[in-house]
T-cell receptor
Framework: TQLLEQSPQFLSIQEGENLTVYCNSS?????LQWYRQEPGEGPVLLVTVVTGGEVKKLKRLTFQFGDARKDSSLHITAAQPGDTGLYLC????????FGQGTELSVKP | NAGVTQTPKFQVLKTGQSMTLQCAQD?????MSWYRQDPGMGLRLIHY???????DQGEVPNGYNVSRSTTEDFPLRLLSAAPSQTSVYFC?????????????FGSGTQLSVL
């Protein structure tokens, strides 16, 4: 059983579309991170959210931490082919626990 | 800027063979860890270390050994490789430790056990 459930697992969209990736749990986390991973490379941290209800923006990416600190979302506006990759959420609960990832493909 | 360096990049083993995956970081990070990544499973923690001389088990430690004799190096040993250990292995480090600090990852080792 995955402590952190990401959805969807796969997403294929056209350039210019918007999308949202969800990261859900029944457990409370002290913080939540989002990583992006490209083929053949290790994950790279995009953002850390710490406070319930917190919203952070990184250019076209908007990250939100749920009020109860059990869930998070990543919204991408006007997706571009360069956004293609595996997006991983990770919750801090003693150790860092990773979701199973969302494979995003943005076609030109 | 080297960061976290893993070697080798690719490895093929036969069942029962042993080998060591190397990991080195040059950021003077106290915390280092090993993860394995399998399709649809995300990253699962194998072993971690909060400083030289200190190691502890993660979620999936069976079949793997680690040691931390220096701050820089954290090798992962497969004692007797099994096909179930076919995976991509990532080493990661951070300054502070386990509670939500930014992890810096190496580029991974793709291991196949036949």
């Amino acid at each position: 059983t995955q402590l952190l459930e990401q959805s969807p697992q796969f997403l294929s969209i056209q350039e210019g579309e918007n999308l949202t990736v969800y990261c859900n749990s029944s457990s409370v986390f002290s913080s939540l991170q989002w990583y992006r991973q490209e083929p053949g490379e290790g994950p790279v941290l995009l953002v850390t959210v710490v406070t319930g209800g917190e919203v952070k923006k990184l250019k076209r990416l908007t990250f939100q931490f749920g009020d109860a600190r059990k869930d998070s979302s990543l919204h991408i506006t006007a997706a571009q082919p360069g956004d293609t990759g595996l997006y991983l959420c990770a919750g801090a609960r003693g150790k860092l626990i990773f979701g199973q990832g969302t494979e995003l493909s943005v076609k030109p | 800027n080297a960061g976290v360096t893993q070697t080798p990049k690719f490895q093929v083993l036969k069942t029962g063979q042993s080998m060591t995956l190397q990991c080195a970081q040059d950021m003077n990070h106290e915390y280092m860890s090993w993860y394995r990544q399998d399709p649809g499973m995300g990253l699962r923690l194998i072993h971690y270390s909060v400083g030289a001389g200190i190691t502890d088990q993660g979620e999936v430690p069976n079949g793997y050994n680690v040691s931390r004799s220096t701050t820089e190096d954290f090798p992962l040993r497969l004692l007797s490789a099994a096909p179930s250990q076919t995976s991509v292995y990532f080493c990661a480090s951070s300054y502070g430790g386990v509670m939500g600090e930014k992890l810096f990852f190496g580029s991974g080792t793709q291991l196949s056990v036949l």
